[in-house]
């Protein structure tokens, strides 16, 4: 077995690019998820290392000492990190000119030549679904023979070997959080809206939604739900309880946890029996029946991607939503005591200054504990990325994600709508929202019951005004 090292390479401060993490950019609050796509290859890959570097501080030179005892190396890239991630293996090839070098990732699986082309340093790419590959890769076995990627042959030359299969029993993986135990230490890892600390892992893979911005579905999980079994989710948060009793809260991050309500529901009583505080991402169309189940079983917090509060936006990128749905499911929601994170962008297709009002007066409406305003973000491999450039929206050699600090920026642009305008209306919205007098007036309620939540809160509004002067530099 190959001395092997699973990397997430140091980056911009705050910079949140984890493998787990759908939101590639520095966050208007600092926040880590777990770099959970790499550490479910480690898991199969006896004496392997993870090292997550953002979240735990670190530099390359730690990173440069431990390459060179290794023989193979795997960093997760991002089409955000990309260049950064291939002088990082620039840097692993000067220190061991020996080790093998291989990146995985969204960006990697529907651009491998031109991944590949970028430097010598990065010997193959895996293609999507890359768990199995990667083992194999590490137990030696010649790269002619392994499905699923693309490398450069002794001449040089690029070849691509046929797709892997795609994996249909899920619970041939092992607990990733043996691999959290192992390397990471989880008070590194915190979101604003779950409990500190917390654990995420994956239940499933894949997604039935069409929507057509959504990065992972399209391009490495797929639109069919493939699941762990309940009874394999369950054994896993059972040892993680025993390994991390400081654990407050565990989450789903499967794209769509309410992808399949029988199983979710058969979970949730699952987790009822061993009395734990959990959140998932869900789409804004649980029903009410569901809901009381999860609710009564620890359910805590729901995720939920609302995107837009225009019915025809949400036809355009193939939601699958009714705005009239979504605000029965967040009033069933408001009833029953589940908290809401909700999600929203700004300049998807058809986009105006109205529908962008409609979306905040909508956001006010419904009222959701917390809220996340991103920027369309056409990311190579999705239907938007294509429908961008063949309407003029995106200019393909400008078409940069994030700026050189990490801050997400407006890369579409539309006749009717400017990069300037939708980039300003995330400040708007934020303001909009949150400065409220009733928002105020039940956050201040909060933290006053809470001085943990108080600390939190004021560190957190201290960050995100510091996080709007450095989006006002980009403005200007």
Not at 286 to 306: D, I, M, S
Not at 381 to 397: C, F, I, P, R, V
Not at 417 to 435: M, P
């Amino acid at each position: 077995m190959m001395k092997t090292l699973f990397l997430q390479p140091p980056s911009f401060d705050g910079f949140d690019g984890g493998a787990g993490s759908r939101y590639q950019a520095r966050r208007e609050i600092k926040s880590f998820w777990y770099p959970t796509w790499l550490a479910q290859p480690a898991a199969l890959v006896p004496g392997s290392r993870l090292i997550d570097a953002p979240p735990a501080r670190m530099g390359m030179a730690p990173i440069l000492e431990d390459v060179k005892n290794r023989d193979l190396v795997i960093i997760h890239t991002s089409t955000p990190s990309f260049q950064n991630d291939v002088k990082v293996a620039e840097q692993l090839k000067a220190t061991n000119p020996a080790v093998k070098i291989g990146f995985v990732g969204a960006k990697v699986a529907v651009q491998p030549a031109e991944s590949l082309a970028a430097s010598t340093a990065v010997d193959f790419v895996a293609r999507n679904e890359f768990d199995f590959t990667i083992k194999e890769i590490a137990e030696g076995r010649d790269w002619a023979e392994v499905d699923g990627i693309s490398y450069r042959d002794a001449a040089g030359e690029i070849k691509h070997n046929r797709d892997r299969a795609i994996l249909e029993d899920m619970d041939q993986l092992p607990f990733v959080t043996d691999v959290y135990k192992r390397d990471l230490k989880i008070e590194d890892y915190f979101i604003g809206y779950l409990m500190h600390p917390y654990i995420s892992i994956y239940t499933g893979r894949g997604c039935k939604s069409r929507c057509t911005f959504c990065l992972w579905p399209q391009t490495v999980g797929g639109h069919r739900y493939r699941v762990r079994s309940p009874e394999h989710v369950a054994a896993e948060i059972k040892q993680a309880m025993k390994d991390f009793p400081q654990v407050k809260e565990f989450f789903f991050d499967d794209d769509t946890f309410t992808d399949n309500l029988p199983r979710a529901e058969e979970i949730a009583r699952e987790l009822g029996k061993l009395g734990v505080t959990w959140s998932c991402n869900a789409k804004a169309n649980v029903p009410r029946k569901t809901l009381e189940v999860l609710k009564a079983n620890g359910l805590r917090l729901l995720l939920v991607g609302y995107e837009s509060g225009n019915q025809q936006i949400l036809h355009n990128i193939k939601k699958g939503m009714l705005v009239t749905t979504a605000e029965q499911f967040t009033r069933d929601c408001h009833e029953l005591g589940i908290k809401i994170h909700g999600t929203f962008i700004l300049g998807l297709p058809g986009e105006t200054k109205e529908t962008i009002e409609e979306t905040i007066q909508f956001a006010t409406r419904i009222n959701p504990h917390t809220i996340q305003v991103s920027l369309a973000a056409p990311y190579p491999g999705t239907a938007l990325y294509k429908q961008a450039l063949e309407n003029g929206w995106l200019d393909a050699k400008h078409a940069e994600l994030i700026d050189d600090s990490g801050i997400q920026i407006a890369p579409l642009s539309y006749e009717h709508l400017t990069h300037t305008e939708i980039f300003d209306n995330v400040e708007v919205f934020y303001k909009r929202f949150y400065f409220r007098r009733s928002k105020i007036g039940s956050i201040v309620w909060e933290m006053l019951g809470n001085r943990q939540m108080l600390v939190r809160r004021l560190r957190e509004g201290v960050e995100f005004f510091q996080f709007l002067r450095e989006r006002h530099k980009i403005a200007a």
